[in-house]
């Protein structure tokens, strides 16, 4: 049971260009999100996903886009990256609204 | 033991000792309470969890205290042991259609040998 597992692990990407994470979850979680950690920082809700087909704004969503086309898949896409844009991002299902989350390991961004 | 509180990052503790780490949430709708613990290049992990009907909730090692009188989490860890140096995230879930988890800031928990 690999849980929740998102690629790449690092990535460096130029201003401008643009990318899509990967997230994937084994679990049959109706809920998916995105969150982004800054150093020494808290995690922020950037987009979440109550099942497929579904998708919402989170508390920092610019420069950001989502779909879930499957109850498996909920990729993240930066369109234009921007140096703001450089922090770790962290994939996270749930069964439910109130139930502990399910972490991916990470994948670590820096945009230059 | 020593305590601190959100506002002070890093708590240091020696091995063997107890731990609590304090965490005042702001949200008095909020009725789901998690927390979450960090190791370095990981993702949070999930420790413990407790809900707004009850006031304490035990755990191997752990145990998480709920005040929702002045709205204050806190996570006990006994005897604490090198594994346990990471950094440490209270959560909390409001009531409500579309509620999701929120994060406070966390504290960096550091085991002295």
């Known amino acids: 049971n690999a849980g929740v597992t998102q690629t790449p692990k690092f990535r460096i990407l130029k201003i401008g260009q643009s990318m899509t994470l990967q997230c994937t979850q084994d679990m049959n979680h109706n809920y998916m999100y995105w969150y982004r950690q800054d150093p020494g920082m808290g995690l922020k809700l950037i987009y979440y996903s109550v099942g497929a087909g579904i998708t919402d704004k989170g508390e920092v969503p610019n420069g950001y886009n989502v779909s879930r086309s499957t109850t498996e898949d909920f990729p993240l896409r930066l369109e234009l990256a921007a140096p703001s844009q450089t922090s770790v991002y962290f994939c996270a299902s749930s069964y439910s609204q109130a139930s502990g989350y399910t972490f991916g390991s990470g994948t670590r961004l820096t945009v230059v | 033991g020593e305590s601190v509180g959100l506002h002070l990052p890093t708590l240091s503790v020696q091995e063997g000792d107890n731990s609590i780490i304090n965490c005042a949430y702001s949200n008095s709708a909020s009725d789901y309470f998690i927390w979450y613990k960090q190791e370095s290049g990981k993702g949070p992990q999930f420790i413990i969890d407790?809900?707004?009907?009850?006031d304490k909730r035990q755990g191997q090692r752990v145990t998480v205290l709920l005040n929702k009188t002045v709205k204050h989490l806190s996570l006990q860890i006994a005897a604490t042991q090198p594994g346990d140096s990471a950094v440490y995230f209270c959560a909390e879930i409001p009531t409500g259609a579309n509620s999701k988890l929120t994060f406070g800031k966390g504290i960096t928990l550091s085991v002295r040998p």
């Open positions: 407790i809900r707004s009907n009850m």
